[in-house]
């Protein structure tokens, strides 16, 4: 296993010590996220009881695959928690989330949770967040040049994400994501608030005030960041 590797199955293992008997909570996306789901559907088959509610078609499948029992927000409105990983982490808990596609319903799905609890190796803290990563906007597809024109007048020369086959890659919404180039950000809220402003957009990866604890798989174990 390589060492990233190793870094995220720590948060992931202590994460999913989080998770009470009975509880609904929400499952994240990508390859942290990924690691927490296996632990759990072990955890199923050893007699937890949960339920989840997925924040992709992947981790569905993934999630039924694992024998992990899924529900929705229409019939669990409220969760214990989720577990979801992040592209970076600030000092004060802010996120850029969604590289993976998945961010307008991870952030519904985060708040709708209790704790929001977000796992990730040490690559992902930054003091400033917009210094590794682009922010990935969802957008509708319909009229979407225009969204990214506005965007670009802001100085955030968006970028439609592609596959890799060079497709346009199209989220489970059905919509685009475009990769914005902010640099790094001096004020978390207010570009996000302006982005939002933009016609079209449906949603951002930038998660201010809503992660509660921040699980840094580390070097010397895991370290534990709260909001
Ligand atoms: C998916 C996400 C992921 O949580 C984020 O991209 C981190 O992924 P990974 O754990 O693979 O680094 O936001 O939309």
Redesign the pocket.
Known sequence: MEQQDIL?ERAARRAVELVPDGADIGL??????EIALRLLGEQVRGGLRLRGVPTSERTASLAQGLGIPLTTLEEASELALTL????EVDPDLNLI???????TR?KIVAKASKQAVILVDESKLVRVLGTTTPVPVEVLPFGWTRAAAELAGMGLSPERRTTPSGEPYITDNGNYILHLATGPIADVPSLDTRIRAVAGVVETGLFHGIAHLVLVGAQDGVRELRG
């Open positions: 995220k994240g996306s990508g390859s942290t996220a979801d990983g992040a592209d989330k969604g590289l993976g596609g998945a961010l991870e």
